[in-house]
């Protein structure tokens, strides 16, 4: 280590060396020493300004994001209620596809078909709850039913997943 530094000076002025030979002097000045900006009213105004116009412009970034996010919110409000009343207005017509599909059903078991049709009129109010509410209070309310009646949950989650399938069947085959 002596030999590293051997012929450096000592302390603050070893910074101002570089691979053991002293920095020209205009590179070597002291750390101490003011900017020329920062020593006179010149200085101190220019500061003040920066500052002034660097608030203003956090400002206006701030204002012009949160119109942003207001137009953003708006939009995917609109797009959520259009996207909940399609979704609405589908379960409800499964719904009635799967209540009109289960007239065999009824003459040979009737207890079935009476489970169907309630887990139906469940389906069918669940659409008309989603035509009129937003995405977040639909999401609330499955949940708690699901909660609720967990086994009407799942037998009216099958049902659809049955009338869904039968639905895509006929589709392909009229294709």
Same mark, same amino acid.
């Given at each position: 280590?002596? $030999?590293?530094?051997? %012929?450096?000076?000592?302390? *603050?002025?070893?910074?101002?060396?570089? #691979?053991?030979?002293?920095? *020209?002097?205009?590179?070597?000045?002291?750390?101490?020493?003011?900017?020329?900006?920062? #020593?006179?009213?010149? %200085?101190?105004?220019? !500061? @003040?300004?920066?500052?002034?116009? =660097?608030?203003?412009?956090?400002?206006?970034?701030?204002?012009?994001?949160?119109?942003?996010?207001?137009?953003?919110?708006? =939009?995917?409000?609109?797009?959520?209620?259009?996207?909940? =009343?399609?979704?609405?207005? $589908?379960?409800?017509? @499964?719904?009635?596809?799967?209540?009109?599909?289960?007239?065999?059903?009824?003459?040979?078991? *009737?207890?079935?078909? #009476?489970?169907?049709?309630?887990?139906?009129? !469940?389906?069918?109010?669940?659409?008309?709850?989603?035509?009129? $509410?937003?995405?977040?209070?639909?999401?609330?309310?499955? @949940?708690? &039913?699901?909660?609720?009646?967990?086994?009407? &949950?799942?037998? %009216?989650?099958?049902?659809?997943?049955?009338?869904?399938?039968? &639905?895509?069947?006929?589709?392909?085959? #009229?294709?």
């Amino acid at each position: 280590m002596d $030999q590293v530094n051997k %012929g450096l000076p000592a302390g *603050p002025d070893r910074a101002a060396t570089h #691979s053991g030979r002293p920095l *020209p002097e205009n590179l070597a000045a002291d750390s101490n020493a003011q900017d020329p900006d920062e #020593s006179g009213a010149a %200085g101190s105004s220019a !500061k @003040t300004k920066a500052k002034e116009a =660097t608030t203003a412009a956090t400002r206006q970034a701030k204002q012009v994001l949160q119109e942003g996010a207001q137009q953003l919110r708006g =939009t995917a409000n609109g797009v959520v209620d259009q996207a909940a =009343t399609d979704v609405g207005r $589908q379960l409800s017509e @499964t719904a009635t596809a799967v209540r009109n599909s289960l007239s065999p059903l009824r003459e040979r078991q *009737p207890k079935l078909a #009476s489970l169907a049709d309630q887990s139906i009129s !469940k389906l069918e109010q669940t659409a008309l709850d989603i035509e009129r $509410q937003d995405l977040e209070s639909v999401i609330a309310a499955t @949940t708690e &039913f699901a909660h609720r009646r967990p086994e009407l &949950f799942i037998g %009216g989650a099958a049902l659809a997943g049955l009338a869904l399938g039968r &639905f895509i069947q006929l589709a392909v085959e #009229s294709e």
